[in-house]
């Protein structure tokens, strides 16, 4: 007899009738002579429901009153679930995270987890009950309220999952697994039987809104195994996520994602000192604002002054521009301005480490269909590409067609591939 | 500097633009130099709308599921009013019942209050904080969450006034105090400007449905005043509620309610027994029925048999029908039968302990009115009498003109009344 931890998301238990359906498929688990831990999302539209009347009230809540409020909507869908179960004849108990010993940081909408007592789980799965656990959330000291943000459903199934040393972690959503390449774009994106964490990874950080990189960086450092599956098809096993060794690699690339929740903000003509890139993140940082792409040319119209240009969040914008006029002050710029029509086509594959060649064809890809590239980076096993963003499509099936995303064949990447 | 306790209703922050009403009152208080500790309700209809999402899952669910999903609602409107008090400028943070302190019996859904460990109210309030605590909740051992059940947030208010050694527990609705009788029914009800513990004990009793009479006896045994009060109206100060040695007692009759929530259930010729009453109340009481007006009927026909009638609430009559064949089995009764179309119209003021007479003229202007009296029960400061449901307003009328309840007038009742 196993543990599964499971974890359904909102549009899995958005009204009564699905929350009745996802009790079929938690007790479908505990049938099949597992112990079950399931942490539930808020219902479909609840959270968004409660930002809204908090922000009837208040432009700049406070984030922990934000965090009480937020809260209800897993405590809500939880014991609706447990009532679901007991209905047909089956234990259940649900679980807030501070009754689930769920202990975070001292910190508000964005905790990390630190620790998981799971004394009270152990009991109650001792006692034969299924336990339905609030996702999203803790307590930090004092039992005070904490969420997780964005994602925290996904840690906080992964975060029990290894706290409880379970078998493995299965996240039910309305996706039924990792396809290779967004299947509203590229019609013939194929689902994935497997996928490594580190692919995971890069494709969550470049924008395939599956799982939070979050909830996958803590299951790979615990080399817990996860599976994605559709909470509405229980009999297909979607994609499992494990560790690169134990996977048969056969394909550079594995999967492709675009990213339009980026922009691209230019600094032009800063004057080539030591430090001045330094001053200028320093700024962005203490803005919270997170940087991704980064590119800084040199030597320009033998002026001594750099460009430098990089990719922030969309929704950091207002952020970016009440420090806009102090970066032009120390860094006296010529010019910044910020380019809101761009795509990131990212592709990614742990195959690529030692295959060379993959960026050149992703880049030759790109020039033979006439899409200018305007920044490159790259990490071990992901090579992301801004373009403009009318190429977006064009651009995810060129790649798919030449990396052999799409259609049923599996095979390998022909070898004589220039290198990058 | 003194300390208030407040609370408010469902109908007071039933909405965004209410709730900000309500952040003004509570910033009135503290401005006129108080600490202010505020206890809310769920939103409007916020609790009906989490019955009927359970109901659409189960026709039994388990009280333990339902207090957490209950629990919520206090928990959205409490963080909002935070919100909304902080929006204003003032310093405000909510808690849970479990961080209030509020410690309550091992039971779901009618729990009563332990005790409250005030702790962490006391740091907030002297850190300058107005603290909004959640009503109508609590937890038991292991941090289970309980709920107070019905009238469960004036209960809070006045155990956390107690508790606090406040100066006074304001309870705000939408009512604007406590009248002498239902102003919808009688338009020259005049709103009493104070009345005893006793009196508005008897008054929520028998069906004026202003306090629950638990927050009531609470308050009478503490000695802690009670203010009912309107949130819309906040210079009217409403009604005071306080013991009755601090009465100026100048009516005997103070209140007057009518109560259409009961049935009355008549057994007809119970053989007479000794045992005989004592084995159906026993029945009654397994079945954890509440029973309020007994009448037994001797020796009639010279059969030696007796009728015996009761009352119970209107919401009981499916556990009782459940037990109606072994009442019969047991006491060969000829007949039982359930009457709906009742009403329970009461009386009730302190001042008729010493004064003679009440009871008859309560008689005799139901008499004087063609209305037949079915039952009729008394205490100390209260007489109700069973009259057929179609009189109700009829009977309030004639005696709210009898006892002076109407117009402006606070004289005395005349003195030469028949004794009861």
């Known amino acids: 007899m196993g543990l599964i931890v499971q974890k359904f998301g909102g549009t899995s238990v958005a009204d009564s009738e699905k929350i009745k359906n996802v009790a079929r498929a938690v ?8 112990d079950v831990v399931t ?8 959270t968004d429901g409660l930002v809204k009347l908090a922000s009837e009230i208040t432009s700049k809540p406070s984030p922990r009153e934000m965090d009480m409020l937020l809260s209800t909507g897993e405590q809500i869908s939880m ?12 234990k259940a108990i649900s679980l807030t995270g501070l009754q689930a010993g769920i202990k975070t940081e001292n910190c508000h909408m964005c905790a990390r987890i630190l620790d998981i007592n799971t004394q009270k789980i152990q009991k109650c799965l001792k006692d034969d009950y299924i336990v339905i656990v609030a996702g999203f959330q803790g307590v930090c000291a004092d039992n005070e309220i904490t969420t997780l943000g964005r994602g925290g459903s996904d840690t906080t199934a992964v975060a029990l999952a290894c706290a409880l040393k379970a078998d493995r972690c299965d996240i039910y959503s309305d996706v039924e697994g990792v396809y290779t390449a967004d299947p509203r774009v590229v019609k013939t994106a194929k689902k994935l039987k497997e996928i490594s964490y580190e692919e995971m990874l890069e494709l969550a950080r470049v924008g395939a809104n599956v799982l939070h990189p979050r909830s996958v960086e803590t299951a790979k450092l615990n080399k817990m195994p996860m599976r994605v599956r559709s909470s509405f098809k229980l009999d297909d096993l979607g994609t499992l996520i494990i560790g690169v060794d134990e996977m048969e690699l056969n394909k550079p690339v594995t999967g492709l994602a675009c990213d339009t929740s980026q922009v691209r903000i230019v600094i032009c003509d800063i004057v080539d000192e030591p430090g001045n890139a330094a001053k200028l993140f320093n700024l962005l940082a203490n803005e919270n604002l997170s940087v991704d792409m980064i590119i800084q040319s040199y030597a320009r119209h033998q002026k001594n002054t750099n460009d430098i240009a990089f990719t922030i969040a969309k929704s950091d914008i207002d952020k970016f521009n009440k420090i806009k006029d102090k970066i032009n002050d120390i860094l006296s710029a010529s010019n910044i301005f910020i380019d809101e029509d761009i795509v990131k086509v990212s592709i990614v594959g ?13 880049f030759d890809t790109l020039a033979k269909e006439n899409i200018n590239i305007k920044m490159i980076s790259t990490s071990e096993i992901k ?8 190429y977006s499509n064009q651009a995810a099936l060129a790649l798919c067609k030449v990396f052999e995303l799409d259609g049923a064949n599996v095979a390998d990447v022909k070898g004589d591939l220039p290198v990058l």
Chains 1, 2 share one sequence.
């Open 79 to 90: 014991s609706l679930l447990a009532m679901a179960i007991n209905e047909l004849g089956y």
């Open 39 to 46: 942490v539930v999302s808020a219902m479909g539209h609840t």
């Open 27 to 34: 007790i479908k688990e505990k049938l099949s002579g597992n």
């Open 350 to 362: 742990a195959g690529m480490i030692d295959r060379p060649g993959i960026a050149a064809t992703m």
């Open 383 to 390: 090579i992301s590409c801004l373009v403009e963003k009318k």
